[in-house]
């Protein structure tokens, strides 16, 4: 059976007919096809962060970069450490090679100091999918935010279009490249390789249709939000205890 591009964008979802036709999965995610008992539909998939819990060991970032051989010097995840010094309103944010080998000892004499994790949103509506002029990058069923390389153009729009600077041109593919969620392991039932990997599980996986998910308590009874909430984005990574400063 031949599925055009077409068929992809068709009204359902750009990923409605890849769960049965493995090569068209394996062609757009770089995975093997899900299993069978795998329903796209019963899943919209997110993170929470809890601020509190990370202490910019770097463990995610190295995790991320080696599961999905993430170029040099380029990240599809990293951490920030924001330091509030003394006398200042804007906190002093640094984060060294995207944090992926953690932070040197603070020089600073600050009143707080807190790390950051950040990851593409998963934003359910994403400026990115709606900047790019060929479909390429997409949302899929379950929600998560993917790029088509086949389709990619390298124009950049919707680097640009990202109000959280989480994607980057790939320098040898010349296609834009991001953080999948992991989609290759999730769909398969395991968590990303950050989450995984998180000494203090700052970071867990979360599943908002699954009504027995600990992420339905979680929104209840923590302060939590996301990233730049003025821009509508429908952002999917939920941070709790976010500071105010943070951009």
């Not at 086949?150 to 959280?164: E, I, N, S, T, W």
């Not at 040898?172 to 000494?199: F, M, S």
């Amino acid at each position: 059976m031949e599925i055009t591009r077409r068929d992809i964008l068709s009204v359902g979802g750009k990923l409605l007919m890849i769960a049965s036709v493995g090569a068209t999965f394996e062609q757009i995610t770089g995975a093997k096809p899900p299993p069978d008992s795998y329903r796209m539909a019963s899943h919209w998939w997110g993170m929470i962060i809890d601020i509190d819990k990370c202490i910019g060991c770097g463990n995610c970032v190295h995790a991320c970069s080696n599961e999905n051989q993430v170029p040099k010097d380029y990240f599809r995840t990293w951490v920030e450490r924001y330091e509030v010094p003394e006398g200042y309103v804007n906190p002093r944010v640094s984060s060294p090679q995207g944090a992926i080998d953690g932070f040197p000892p603070s020089k600073q004499t600050s009143l707080k100091s807190f790390f950051v994790p950040k990851l593409c949103n998963q934003c359910a509506d994403s400026p990115c999918v709606q900047v790019c002029p060929v479909g390429a990058t997409f949302v899929s069923p379950d929600g998560v935010v993917l790029v088509d390389q086949d389709y990619c153009l390298g124009c950049r729009y919707c680097v640009q279009a990202c109000p959280y600077g989480c994607r980057y041109l790939h320098p040898e593919t010349e296609t834009v490249d991001k953080c999948t969620l992991c989609y290759h392991r999730i769909t398969q039932g395991l968590t990303t390789a950050c989450c995984e990997n998180c000494p203090t599980g700052a970071r867990q996986l979360v599943d908002f249709k699954n009504p027995n998910d600990p992420v339905h308590e979680f929104l209840r009874n923590n302060k939590v939000a996301v990233l730049k909430p003025n821009m509508a984005t429908g952002a999917k990574v939920y941070y709790k205890n976010l500071d105010g400063s943070v951009r």
